[in-house]
């Protein structure tokens, strides 16, 4: 079965200081990894994927595939990176028709100015 | 572009009754997913639309709640009777199919639904 965890419900940290989210997964195979973020009034939207590499509004999140882990990271928070974030992962695209997505329960990240 | 657009936003029933929710998906997106959240909980994949075929329900909790995407185009959800436990927001997504790569699925705004 697919899980992915979060264990942090709530994230407090100072604008300025660097930020990370935990997440950890467990899937039987070679899974997608996602982080997605809701900012307040606004639709779930997607943050970052694993396989693209990049680094989306300074954004980091790397998959190490021994410890089960994505992390997501920051160097410097700032305060527009309020917001509730989720983990999530989906089988292999190569897999037609298996692109479900499963989450983890969120992280509400508050920055404080 | 027009995004993904759930009707209604919000909607209050009482238990036993009936409750239809709807997802336009973008224009031209092949794949329509089904999710809830309850309180407290995980975002819960419940269906995916492959055009008008259902690819997976494997996420339906119980013979109570019927999806219907007829013609391909818009999606309805339907709860009846509603119970307590079906509270919660429902979200729809869609994404255009490209082999072998993977599909972002664009949200709708969700619809929360409140069963008294």
């Known amino acids: 079965a697919q899980r992915v965890t979060q264990p942090e419900k709530l994230l407090s940290v100072f604008k300025g200081a660097p930020v990370e989210l935990k997440c950890n997964y467990s899937?039987?195979?070679?899974?997608?990894l996602f982080w997605y973020v809701q900012y307040s009034r606004q639709r779930l939207q997607l943050l970052l994927r694993?396989?693209s590499r990049e680094s989306i509004k300074g954004f980091t999140a790397d998959l190490n595939k021994g410890e089960t882990s994505f992390h997501l990271k920051k160097p410097f928070a700032q305060e527009e990176d309020s917001a509730m974030y989720y983990c999530?992962?989906?089988?292999?695209?190569?897999?037609?028709?298996?692109?479900?997505?499963?989450f983890g329960t969120g992280t509400r990240l508050t920055i404080i100015p | 572009e027009a995004g993904v657009t759930q009707f209604p936003s919000h909607s209050v029933i009482e238990k036993g009754q009936t409750v239809t929710l709807r997802c336009d998906p973008i224009s031209g997106h092949d794949n329509l997913y089904w999710y809830r959240r309850v309180m407290g909980k995980e975002i819960k994949f419940l269906l995916h639309f492959v055009k008008e075929s259902k690819q997976d329900e494997s996420g339906m909790p119980n013979n109570r709640f019927l999806a219907e995407r007829t013609g391909g185009t818009y999606s309805t959800l339907k709860v009846q009777p509603a119970e307590l436990e079906d509270s919660g927001v429902y979200f729809c997504a869609s994404s255009h199919p490209r082999e072998g790569d993977y599909n972002e699925q664009f949200f709708g705004p969700g619809t929360r639904l409140t069963v008294l």
């Open positions: 899937y039987s195979g070679s899974p997608e």
């Open positions: 999530a992962l989906s089988g292999h695209p190569i897999n037609f028709g298996n692109e479900k997505l499963t």
């Open positions: 694993h396989i």
